[in-house]
């Protein structure tokens, strides 16, 4: 399975300067990743692999670049097409940015698993609108801001139509 996992603010923004928009206000939706991709592969461009800074524990991580990089617990590669193709058969595949990488999985993803936060940001990297033509959404759980929490949020599934 083919999957995109992505957080967004309400204009589709998801990241600025090389960082989450909210920085670390969700701890929520840092869980909600931990537990999607754990056990499983997740597969990202170089500057989210930077934004990240380590290969992240317990994941299969595959970086797609267009550069040669030798990375100590990482496979690096040139296409999405051929980072699909590395997933270890027993995992599932979470393509998870940047907005690049997500713009190529959107045409060969299967299931979207997006955490819509209830609020704008300044934002320089952006997720493409979705086409509900294409994508229609499956499962929809609503979070209220709280002590934790700073902003309102919805974990949302889309699957392909």
């Not at 990241?15 to 597969?43: E, K, M, V, Y």
């Not at 509900?132 to 139509?161: G, L, P």
């Amino acid at each position: 399975m083919k999957n995109i996992l992505v957080a967004y603010d309400q204009n589709y923004g998801i990241g600025a300067a090389n960082d989450l928009l909210w920085l670390r206000d969700l701890p929520a939706d840092l869980r909600h990743f931990r537990d999607l991709t754990t056990s499983n592969a997740i597969i990202m461009g170089r500057k989210t692999f930077d934004s990240i800074g380590r290969p992240l524990p317990n994941r299969q991580n595959i970086v797609i670049s267009h550069q040669p990089l030798i990375i100590e617990g990482v496979t690096v590669l040139d296409t999405l097409e051929k980072a699909y193709a590395a997933v270890d058969l027993d995992k599932e595949a979470f393509v998870i940015g940047g907005g690049e990488i997500y713009r190529l999985a959107l045409d060969t993803a299967d299931r979207i698993y997006a955490t819509e936060v209830q609020e704008t940001f300044r934002a320089d990297v952006f997720f493409p609108a979705l086409d509900k033509t294409i994508w229609h959404e499956t499962t929809r759980q609503h979070h209220v801001a709280d002590d934790k929490n700073k902003y309102s949020f919805d974990f949302v599934t889309y699957e392909r139509n």
